[in-house]
Nanobody, 125 residues
């Protein structure tokens, strides 16, 4: 079965850190660029970060620049999102997905497929 599985979410205090994992099963995720997205209640899904299949190109949304880091572990067929200096506004369900369609803009969710079920991140004191 082809799927992505996110893990690593949880409850953390402001200023804390979490590392999210995006693991693939049933296919080689390394063939695809990968994006991390998040969706807060009542809001649209938004792009958080992107990494090319080679790992040589990364992008970050402005609200997370300098705080989040995306990376590959090809041996484990996994993409990570290291999140530091977390803020309450980072609270959301975080999803990973593989880029599968041509188009413009790395943060357009319609270009992605193989969505995982998401992992909840809650930043609160």
């Amino acid at each position: 079965q082809v799927q992505l599985v996110e893990s690593g979410g949880g409850l953390v205090q402001p200023g804390g850190s979490l590392r999210l994992s995006c693991a693939a099963s049933g296919f080689n995720l390394g063939y695809y660029p990968v994006g991390w997205f998040r969706q807060a209640p009542g809001k649209e899904r938004e792009g958080v970060s992107y990494i090319s299949s080679s790992g040589g190109t990364t992008y970050y949304a402005d609200p997370v620049k300098g705080r989040f880091t995306i990376s590959w572990d090809n041996a484990k067929n996994t993409v990570y999102l290291q999140m530091d200096s977390l803020k309450p506004e980072d609270t959301a369900v975080y999803y990973c997905a593989a880029l599968r369609r041509d188009g413009k803009g790395w943060s357009d969710p319609s270009r992605y497929g193989y969505w995982g079920q998401g992992t909840q991140v809650t930043v609160s004191s």
